[in-house]
């Protein structure tokens, strides 16, 4: 099975996740695409979704599924999505696919977190995949000197083939620190959202996934 088989078999699993009646908040990413694809075939059970980025929100309205404003939405059931990094307490790495905030945003507001990833997410420490932490455009240097402190390499996600930064949804900048041992994720999640510039860090663990349902050779396996 190659790793995209493995999203779509995890993508396909997370359907029963899905709550009748009820507004799904939904993630970004090619492994969020997966799902998206198989939410679109039972699109008349749900009520509509809340998007974690504007790519998501294209997405799911290209298949007339309705896309709602999160300030109309008071509560999910469930938010259903990837990541980059995930270890076996639930804690992850988001935000390879820079839409970071605005997961964090929606996840917060859904009452279950379903994590679907492919094998290759599953880590005994995380921080191999470099953290992704969304600042100020005008608070980049100093941010990126804070987090050099912590012991990362900080380092400035560029607009791919420029030499110009990579902007948000939200108009914000993306520092990828390369280099950390997260042997303490809530402490270091509690330590970067202290710095002043920071609008989110990557790491999902003070409010981590619920659920992760894991692509493997043997099957989809359910991490809970
Ligand atoms: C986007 C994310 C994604 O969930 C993460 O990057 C995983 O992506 P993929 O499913 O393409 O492997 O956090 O900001």
């Known amino acids: 099975m190659t790793q995209d088989e493995l999203k779509q078999a995890v ?14 908040g939904v993630g970004t990413g090619s492994t969020a695409n997966f799902f998206i694809d198989e939410l679109a075939k039972i699109k ?14 294209a997405r799911l309205r290209g298949h007339g599924i309705p896309v709602f404003d999160l300030n109309e939405v008071e509560s999910m059931a469930v938010y259903i999505d990837g990541a980059d990094e995930i270890d076996a307490q639930g804690a992850m790495i988001k935000g390879g696919g ?19 990833a492919d094998g290759s997410k599953l880590v005994d420490t995380l921080g191999k995949f470099p953290l992704p932490v969304e600042v100020i455009p005008m608070a980049r240097a100093v941010v990126m000197r804070k987090l050099a402190a912590l012991g990362g390499q900080p380092k400035l996600r560029l607009k791919p083939g420029t030499d110009q930064p990579f902007i948000t949804d939200n108009g914000g900048e993306l520092i990828d620190v390369a280099g950390l ?4 994720p809530v ?3 509690e ?12 790491l999902f663990a003070k409010a981590g996934a ?4 894991l692509g493997t050779l043997d099957g989809v396996k359910t991490l809970s």
């Open 44 to 57: 008349d059970r749900i009520k509509g979704t809340v998007a974690s980025s504007e790519a998501t929100a």
């Open 210 to 213: 619920n659920v992760c349902l």
């Open 11 to 24: 993508a396909r699993a997370a359907i029963d996740y899905v709550v009748d009646g009820e507004i799904i």
């Open 181 to 184: 041992s997260i042997t303490d």
């Open 187 to 189: 402490a270091l999640e």
């Open 98 to 116: 820079a839409a970071l905030t605005r997961e964090k945003i929606v996840a917060s507001v859904s009452k279950k977190f379903v994590c679907i």
């Open 191 to 202: 330590q970067i959202n202290q710095i002043t510039g920071v609008i989110a860090v990557g």
